[in-house]
């Protein structure tokens, strides 16, 4: 199962950042609620969340685990979601030094 955004009640609040985001692209998994796992891609992260790519329905405020690479499921809440892509926010921060080695590891072509 691929999880999907809903376009049809897609909205993307305005950005507020309250730790510096770091570029990635990473595999990863996301599991709601009662649901099965899904594939994600991570985009990019910070201490307190990260932004992903996916298919299919979400709803903000659901609950939910993502599985980073390395990492083991993290509670996190959907907050935001476009037309492919949602923002997670994570129940515990990571720490700072976790988040940059996940985007050294991940790095993208900027």
Sequence with gaps: MTATI???TAARPFERRSQPRHKLLASATYRERGRSRSSIDVT????????????GAV??????WVTLPTLGPWSCSLVWHGEQEAGL??????????????????????
Excluded: N
């Design 6 to 8: 809903d376009r049809a």
């Design 44 to 55: 990019d992260i910070s201490t307190r969340g990260c932004r992903i790519r996916a298919q």
């Design 59 to 64: 709803v903000c405020g659901d609950h939910g």
């Design 89 to 110: 926010m994570f129940e515990r921060p990571l720490h700072s030094a976790v988040a940059e080695m996940m985007s050294e590891r991940h790095e993208t072509a900027a």
